[in-house]
C-alpha cells in the first residue's frame, strides 16, 4: 500500500509542477492486490476482495485517458475499500485527490 500511495503521490506532484497541469503521459502501475500477501490476514475480508477489481478498473480507466477525473476515481477505489477494511489511512488517501479543474 506504502507503493500505490507514492505513486499516486508522485504522479499528482508531477502534474502540479507542470506549468499546463497536464494528465497527457502520465500512467499508474497497477498492483495485483489479490496476488499480494497482506501484513494483516484479516484484512482480506469479503468487502476488500470484491473492492480489489475496481481499484483495477479504475487504473486501467485513467492509464487509457489520463485526467484529473480518472485519477480521482483511483482515490475513490482506494477509499473505498478502505472503509471495509482499514480506515486509518482515509485522511492520508484524501490527501491525494486531483483538483476537478486540473
Known amino acids: 500500500m506504502v507503493a500505490m500511495d ?5 504522479t499528482l506532484q508531477a502534474v502540479m509542477e507542470d506549468p499546463s497541469h497536464s494528465w497527457e503521459g502520465q500512467t499508474l502501475v497497477s498492483h495485483a492486490l489479490l496476488g499480494l500477501e497482506p501484513t494483516d ?3 482480506v475480508n469479503e468487502h476488500f476482495q470484491s473492492h480489489a ?6 487504473i486501467d480507466q485513467f492509464n487509457d485517458q489520463p485526467s484529473a477525473s480518472h485519477f480521482n476515481a483511483v482515490v ?9 477494511t482499514c480506515p ?3 485522511e492520508r488517501i484524501a490527501k491525494r485527490r486531483a483538483e476537478s479543474s486540473h
Open 76 to 84: 475513490t477505489a482506494c477509499e473505498n475499500c478502505h472503509l471495509g
Open 53 to 58: 477489481p475496481l481499484y483495477q478498473l479504475a
Open 41 to 43: 490476514a484479516s484484512m
Open 88 to 90: 486509518g489511512p482515509l
Open 6 to 10: 507514492g505513486q499516486l503521490q508522485q
